[in-house]
C-alpha cells in the first residue's frame, strides 16, 4: 500500500502541494481530479522522487521512501507514465519497450505478454520508430514501457489526454484489467470525469495545491464532486 502523509512540495519560494494525505492500494484505483495547474502532476513528481517534498513522509510497502531517488523507487516496483508520454522518438517500438528493463534483474528482462494483449498494435509495429506512431499508440506504447517494469504502483498522469476515443477505450479496458489482479495500486490523474468515474475506487479533487474533496465509491457524492472541480 502507498500512505502520503501531510506532504507540501515547493518549486523554489512557490508551494505546490499543501498538506496532501492520500493512499492507494492494490487492485484499487486512485482517481486524481481538478482542474490544470492545481498541482496533480507535482503530487506524481513528489510520489516518483522527481521532486523532493519539504514536508511530510510517503511510505510504499510499509518502508519510508521520501528520500528515495526515482530510480531507486522504480526498482522497488513504481511506475510513472508521464503527461505527454515522453517515448523516445528515434528508437523503435520494441526498442522503447526495452527501455522498461532498467530496474529489473537481468533473468526478469523480457516483455510481458500482457503487454501485447493488452495493446496489440505494438506488436504489429515492434520495428517502426517511436516518433512515427500516432498519439495514441504513443500512449499505450508508454504505457507498454511501464508494464515491462513489473510494476506493484502505476503513476498515470492524464492517459486520455488528446486521444481518440477508441483508443481512450482501449485504455480504459487496460486499466481496468490491471486493477482486476489484484496486485497494482494504481494512481490514475485525470480531467475526463466519466472516464475516471468508470474506473476509479477512490476519489481526490485538488484545488491550488489542496485535496478539496475526498470520497471512495460508495460514498460519491457526485454533485459534491462536481462542484469541487469547479472551483
Known sequence: ML?????DLHYG????????????????????LGRNGVGK?????????????????IVWEGDDITALRPADRARRGIAYVPQGREIFPLLTVEENLETGFAPLKRAEREIPADVYTLFPVLKSMLRRRGGDLS???????????ALVMRP?????DEPTEGIQPSIIKDIGRAISYLRG?????????????DFAQELGDHFLVMDRGSVVYASDRAKLDEAALKRAMAI
Open 3 to 7: 500512505q502520503v502523509n501531510a506532504i
Open 13 to 32: 519560494a512557490a508551494q505546490a502541494l499543501r498538506g496532501i494525505s492520500m493512499q492507494a492500494e492494490p487492485g484499487k484505483v486512485t482517481c486524481v
Open 41 to 57: 502532476t507535482s503530487l506524481l513528481d513528489a510520489l516518483m522522487g522527481q521532486h523532493a517534498v519539504s514536508k511530510g513522509n
Open 135 to 145: 498519439g495514441g499508440q504513443q500512449q499505450q506504447l508508454a504505457i507498454g514501457r
Open 152 to 156: 506493484r504502483l502505476l503513476l498515470l
Open 181 to 193: 489482479l489484484g496486485q497494482i495500486a494504481i494512481v490514475l490523474v485525470e480531467q475526463y470525469l
